[in-house]
């Protein structure tokens, strides 16, 4: 038996597909990665408007109050969470990062916020509940993020996701190490 043929599907059969191989790393993909970028952006946080960086920040402050107010945790169990969260959002955090700046088509998108979350995060670690701690945690890890003091500045060349969340890791560590001291003194 044979199958009959019409012309449009044999020009079809003719044209060559269009691939993406020679496409540019900075062309945006049409189609997004679902999983990337709602880690990336952390649900959603990361198209906030004006500022997506404090927004994240914000989303993983409140995140962590959240917890905080509604589990009643021993001081212990919130450090535990907390770390158990960093590590998840690390894991999770550098490949979606890595995919969400491959299909936008740009190096570090301010839409990408997971690593304001880690470093937020971080910034938290060892912070009694409290607002007083938990804002100047948020305003120490907004201003070494923005700053971005040595070796932070460096650590975004890392290639892909690693260069995006590791700067902010660096300034979470440098506002925890303040905070930690502004909580001795005061």
């Given at each position: 038996?044979?199958?009959?043929?019409?012309?449009s599907?044999?020009?079809a059969a003719?044209t060559p597909?269009?691939?993406e191989?020679?496409?540019?790393?900075?062309t945006?993909?049409?189609?997004?990665?679902?999983w990337?970028?709602?880690?990336?952006?952390?649900?959603?946080?990361?198209?906030?408007k004006?500022?997506?960086?404090?927004w994240?920040s914000?989303?993983?402050?409140?995140?962590?109050?959240a917890?905080?107010?509604?589990a009643?945790?021993?001081?212990?169990?919130?450090?535990l969470?907390?770390l158990?969260?960093i590590a998840?959002?690390?894991?999770?955090?550098i490949?979606?990062?890595?995919i969400a700046?491959?299909?936008?088509?740009?190096?570090?998108?301010?839409?990408v916020?997971?690593?304001?979350?880690i470093?937020q995060?971080?910034?938290?670690?060892f912070c009694p509940f409290?607002w007083?701690?938990?804002?100047?945690?948020?305003?120490?890890?907004?201003?070494?993020?923005?700053?971005k003091?040595?070796?932070?500045?460096?650590?975004?060349?890392?290639?892909g996701?690693w260069?995006?969340?590791f700067?902010d890791v660096?300034?979470?560590l440098?506002?925890?190490?303040?905070a930690?001291l502004?909580?001795?003194?005061f």
């Open positions: 038996m044979f199958l009959k043929t019409s012309a599907s044999a020009m003719e597909m269009k691939t191989a020679g496409a540019s790393p900075n945006p993909a049409q189609r997004k990665t679902l990337a970028f709602t880690v990336a952006t952390f649900f959603g946080a990361g198209y906030g004006p500022g997506p960086g404090t994240g914000v989303a993983a402050l409140l995140l962590w109050a917890f905080a107010w509604l009643h945790p021993a001081p212990q169990t919130l450090l969470a907390l158990a969260g998840l959002t690390l894991v999770l955090g490949p979606a990062s890595t700046a491959r299909e936008s088509g740009r190096e570090d998108p301010q839409f916020v997971i690593d304001e979350v470093g995060w971080i910034a938290l670690l409290d007083l701690h938990a804002l100047i945690a948020l305003i120490l890890f907004r201003l070494f993020d923005i700053t003091p040595f070796p932070a500045r460096q650590l975004e060349n890392l290639p996701g260069g995006i969340v700067d660096a300034a979470g440098y506002a925890l190490g303040v930690s502004l909580r001795h003194w």
